[in-house]
């Protein structure tokens, strides 16, 4: 079974710039969640989805970052227009449950983006 | 458990069995206890998850007292593999996402 692939692995763009990161969740999982890590910080929630719908985005920084999951299946996160603080590491994870118990996040490699 | 307390960092030897103990105290009656573990450049993995008492699986175990407000992930004759970063973790929100702390670097030395 494959599992939660993410594009581009790195991502280098100059500030002023626009770039899209995408997830394909494991095939099945309704929740997608993600993440990020920026420098010297721990990992902090971003955003989850259920199938298509955005079911929480409490932790989208700005209205720069924008996420979409067309027809429940891959999602994209854009950064428009990119600010140097938006380096990082953006995971993004998925699970076929929502809830504690068994409830198990697959993660994706990550993208590293570097904002110059 | 949005708040965790563990180790910054611990370092073992192989063959070692290495117990990294992770401070909960405002754990809440339906919070689970789970575990990830990062390797260097790859997202965060699932290891253990427990309510209470003990669970083990083929990776690690997991021991919880009876106030749960701690827990202690054992892992069992490490190998240089284990070198990572572990997470004691909860879940928090509408949307379950998870609460990162700063984990614990474990580096086993040869």
């Known amino acids: 079974e494959a599992g939660v692939t993410q594009f581009p692995s790195h991502s280098v763009i100059e500030k002023g710039q626009t770039v899209t990161l995408r997830c394909d969740p494991i095939?099945?999982?309704?929740?997608l969640y993600w993440y990020r890590r920026v420098m010297g910080k721990e990992i902090k929630f971003l955003l989850h989805?259920?199938?298509?719908?955005?079911?929480?985005e409490s932790g989208m920084p700005n209205n720069r970052f924008l996420a979409e999951r067309t027809g429940g299946t891959y999602s994209t996160l854009k950064v428009q227009p990119a600010e140097l603080e938006d380096s990082g590491v953006y995971f993004c994870?998925?699970?076929?449950?929502?809830?504690?118990?068994?409830?198990?996040?697959?993660f994706g490699p990550g993208t590293r983006l570097t904002v110059l | 458990l949005a708040k965790t307390t563990q180790p910054i960092s611990m370092d073992s030897y192989e063959g070692q069995e290495v117990n990294i103990t992770c401070s909960h105290n405002?754990?809440?009656?339906?919070?689970?206890i789970t575990w990830y573990q990062q390797f260097p450049s790859q997202g965060p993995r699932f290891i253990i998850q427990?309510?209470?008492t003990k669970v083990t699986n083929e990776v690690a175990s997991l021991f919880i007292p009876a106030d749960r407000k701690s827990s202690t992930l054992s892992l069992p004759r490490v190998s240089l593999s284990d070198t990572a970063v572990y997470y004691c973790?909860?879940?928090?929100?509408?949307?379950?996402?998870?609460?990162f702390g700063s984990g614990t670097q474990l580096t086993v030395l040869p």
């Open positions: 405002n754990i809440a009656t339906n919070d689970y």
């Open positions: 994870a998925s699970s076929p449950y929502l809830g504690q118990e068994n409830n198990e996040q697959f």
């Open positions: 973790l909860g879940y928090s929100g509408s949307a379950r996402q998870l609460t």
């Open positions: 095939s099945g999982h309704d929740n």
């Open positions: 427990g309510y209470k």
């Open positions: 989805f259920v199938k298509e719908s955005k079911q929480d």
